[in-house]
């Protein structure tokens, strides 16, 4: 295989359609427990009220060929089975967590589909040192753009702006510091493994958080005040209660 770096082949682009009408671009990350796979991304890219928001199925770009990685196909994913959401999404005692997972029958992959997925073993742990001005990756499609020659995401460079491990006003978030746009909604947020455990070594990157949405102050003067720059990230470990079972 060429080389390349697995946290690239980790992130999934992500289509929204209602019936064969495309709504919108998000990004999303595979993700392994046991023997199961899923596709994790932000709760409001499968459903958002709101907005008006309602696809009724997902479509990912897969990479069929492990020489070439310019060969690729569309895996289409449904989003209701007997008029039943299929997704899992997130609760904490705080309320709604917007973190979706939706598990993927692996025998309905192309046979030879090019992908990596975290584990549980890259959750953070307690013993992990992660500080407040710690450097950062969000790994997604910003807009939808990426290299549309190799089907490969963009790599954003982020700086924790919170303390992790202490839930923001309550919430089960941390915040970023980052450049971030519509379309990297369910992105990875990550952190590079000095010296990752044999285990690790294929994708050495700590899964910190799912990015979820840029952050604005109420009433900022639009005139004299910039944005803040400021996003959410929802804490991965989430992910072991929603892919349980």
Known sequence: MPTIESILLAAACIRTFDGARP??????????????????????????????????????????DPDNLAESTGFSIPLYRDRRSVWRQGTDSAGDIDVAVIEIERAALPP????????????????????????????GFPLGFHDTLHHMPVVRHAVLASSFGLRFKGQGYFLTDARTHRGTSGAPVVMRLADPSPVLRELPWRLLGIHSARLDVVGRDLALDEALGLNCAWYADILLKLTEG
């Open 23 to 64: 709504l919108t671009n998000a990004s999303g990350f595979f993700f392994q427990s046991q023997e199961r796979l899923f596709l994790v991304t932000s709760r409001h890219v499968l459903l958002d009220a709101p907005s008006r928001h309602f696809p009724d199925r997902i479509e990912i770009e897969l990479h069929t």
């Open 112 to 139: 030879t589909a090019v992908y990596r997925a975290f584990t549980p073993a890259h959750l953070s742990r307690g013993k992990d040192l992660v500080e407040a001005g710690a450097s950062l990756l969000i790994v």
